[in-house]
């Protein structure tokens, strides 16, 4: 089955630090861009931040740049978002998202970051 | 960067019927790289068509997607009880990447 399954998120205070983990399983995590979307409660859909397969070719949203960090570990089968100086706005559900067809078409569950004091 | 409105916000409809979605893009979106996606509560977006108006693996043919340049909609021509969700555009054509605000199909 293919599947994306994150972890990692958690309470934490502004201005502090998180990873983010994405285990991939079922297919060849190697051939496939690879993403992160978040979601704050009650809103919609927010692109974070992409990497291409072999990790070479990166991007970020605005609003993360600088902070946050993708990585990826092809030999792992996972993927990364280290997030740092995290603020009250970055509070969402995380997905871990696969590229395919240039569309998303496997999501993760999700794993929710709350930033609060 | 690209901004995606779908309209209308909020579609209160009956099984059976037909909804129509919307969403237009500020500019033109490259090669019809469009995609719609449905939300459920509490559960992750589900890729329903991608390049505008192809139907993704399993999505059924009550789904259809058209349009392009800067307007496409997303039809579904008989609602099912478990179509009533929220449906994101998305253009996967320009970076950044961007997502329309979403549009909610609610029973009426």
């Known amino acids: 089955e293919v599947q994306l399954v994150e972890s990692g998120g958690g309470l934490v205070q502004p201005g502090g630090s998180l990873r983010l983990s994405c285990a991939a399983s079922?297919?060849?995590?190697?051939?496939?861009?690879m993403h992160w979307v978040r979601q704050a409660p009650g809103t919609g859909l927010e692109w974070v931040s992409r990497?291409?397969?072999?990790?070479?070719?990166?991007s970020y949203a605005d609003s993360v740049k600088g902070r946050f960090t993708i990585s990826r570990d092809n030999a792992k089968n996972t993927l990364y978002l280290q997030m740092n100086s995290l603020r009250a706005e970055d509070t969402a559900v995380y997905y871990c998202?696969?590229?395919?067809?240039?569309?998303?078409?496997?999501w993760g569950q999700g794993t929710l970051v709350t930033v609060s004091s | 960067e690209i901004v995606l409105t779908q309209s209308p916000g909020t579609l209160s409809l009956s099984p059976g019927e037909r909804a129509t979605l919307s969403c237009r893009a500020s500019?033109?979106?490259?090669?019809?790289?469009l995609a719609w996606y449905q939300q459920k509560p509490g559960q992750a977006p589900r890729l329903l068509i991608y390049?505008?108006?192809r139907r993704a693996t399993g999505i059924p043919d009550r789904f259809s997607g058209g349009g392009s340049d800067s307007d496409f909609t997303l039809t579904i021509s008989r609602l099912e009880p478990e179509d009533f969700a929220v449906y994101y555009c998305?253009?996967?054509?320009?970076?950044?990447?961007?997502f329309g605000g979403g549009a909610k199909v609610e029973i009426k």
């Open positions: 998305q253009q996967y054509g320009s970076s950044p990447l961007t």
């Open positions: 990497m291409n397969s072999d990790g070479y070719s990166i």
């Open positions: 998202v696969r590229q395919s067809t240039r569309a998303f078409d496997i």
């Open positions: 079922g297919f060849t995590f190697s051939s496939y861009w």
């Open positions: 390049d505008a108006y």
């Open positions: 500019q033109s979106v490259t090669s019809r790289y």
